[in-house]
């Protein structure tokens, strides 16, 4: 499975960014079935859950500190996920990085995730 991620750069505090995840024709059919996450990940820290939507698109789950600013989405039939940054803090600057589940639904752990994308880095100065 190859995935792309696209769309980091850096921005003001209070800016919004778009990230994009797409994955290549070939590996469409795994990702429509699959629950989709981001997770993030700053120097020196763990790689962290940030968010992530079932294989519908129905349910999602949000860490606690981008409930409210951060919004996952995806297009099957584009076989890509977005994920909308908004009201972005310094706090947020980090590497995201898109996942393909294991399941046809979300989770927090990293462990569930079998397929990731390269990264895409996210600085939010102040």
């Known amino acids: 499975v190859q995935l792309q991620a696209s769309g980091g750069g850096l921005v003001q505090a209070g800016g919004s960014l778009r990230l994009s995840c797409a994955a290549s024709?070939?590996?469409?059919?795994?990702?429509?079935?699959?629950?989709l996450g981001w997770f993030r990940q700053s120097p020196g820290k763990e790689r962290e859950f940030v968010v992530g939507?079932?294989?519908?698109?129905?349910?999602?789950m949000y860490a606690d500190s981008v409930k409210g600013r951060f919004t996952i989405s995806r297009d099957n039939t584009k076989n890509t996920v977005y994920l909308q940054m908004d009201s972005l803090e310094p706090e947020d600057t980090a590497v995201y990085y898109c996942?393909?589940?294991?399941?046809?639904?979300?989770?927090?752990?990293?462990?569930?995730?079998?397929?990731w994308g390269q990264g895409t880095q996210v600085t939010v100065s102040s």
């Open positions: 939507v079932n294989w519908k698109g129905q349910s999602t």
């Open positions: 024709a070939r590996t469409a059919r795994t990702i429509s079935n699959n629950g």
């Open positions: 996942a393909v589940s294991r399941t046809p639904y979300a989770s927090p752990r990293r462990d569930s995730y079998s397929y």
